[in-house]
């Protein structure tokens, strides 16, 4: 995709996406309404609840160089066997972006332009954190109606190699094959098969090699109006498909549009699950930390079928 292209993509993008000012900065969230939400508590139907994480690394590999640390601080060798109360008690600290861990990314999270979101100046974004579009945002968390496309299984392969694209076709075709329709406010899980192939073949650099959406691709979501991305990969193919633009859905979905996105998430528990019920939506609830000031936050999403 050559840069004028995706320059226009952008602009006819961020044009269509932009809030009124009444609306404050809650992104394509304004589209996941009170009345959706109360309506996507109707996909529950077994009360079967599944996990949309991976668990948290804390081993070096090339994908994740800086991995979490978990360190034990209590009880003391002494207080172990000891016939009086003590407590075990830990600490953990990690990176919230990179390219294992499975996270959440606030609409501060991309500069581009010079601006955030919104047109909210990059300079907002301090050393002491982010004074406007921080996680804090979603300190209600995200309650909604999900929807999982899974594209290796529309194509009859286990996952998708690295450097592919999910194309907009794609997504509708996988919406076609497995029944199900996104719609205004929905909360659109997209399977590349990134977790699966990491558990077979180990974790490479996914920096440098991994499947994504296509920019063009954006417009399906714009269309659609959804209100939140997420995917087992990073949602953007690397190499990018367009010069000099590393991140391109990135800079659409969240600068452009404000649509918050998960990265690295896992979806094979969910995709067993919906294929035993035949059913590709459920109730999905996001809780990330209350970390005010943070461009992001680890996180657990839990589908409820």
Known sequence: MSAHDFRALY??????????????????????TPERV??????????????LAAPIDTVPGPDDPEPAVHRMTGPSPGEIGSDT????????????????????DALCHVMFDGELYGGVPASTVTAEGARRLSVDLLSAGI?????????????????????????????????????VHVGPGDLLFVRVGHRLRR???GPWNAAEARVGLHPTAVDFLAEREV??????GNNDTAPSAVKDIAFPVHVLAIHAMGIHLMDYLRFEDLGAACAE?????????????????ATGSPVNPIAVL
């Open 11 to 32: 602009e006819r993008l961020r044009g269509r996406a932009a809030p009124p000012a009444v609306e404050g900065r809650c992104g394509a969230l304004r589209h996941l």
């Open 38 to 51: 109360a309506a996507a508590a109707a996909e529950v139907r077994a009360g079967r609840t599944v996990s």
């Open 85 to 104: 109360l003590h407590f075990a008690t830990d600490r953990f600290a990690m990176n919230v972006h990179g390219d294992a861990d499975s996270h959440l």
């Open 143 to 179: 309650v909604g109606r999900g929807v999982l496309l899974d594209i290796p299984r529309l194509r009859g392969v286990p996952w998708l190699e690295p450097g592919d694209h999910v194309t907009s076709g794609d997504l509708t075709a996988a919406e076609a094959a497995q029944g």
């Open 199 to 201: 558990t077979e073949r």
């Open 227 to 232: 209100s939140v991305l997420g995917g087992d």
């Open 277 to 293: 019920t035949g059913r590709w939506s459920f109730l999905c609830v996001v809780a990330p930390l209350r970390l005010p000031g």
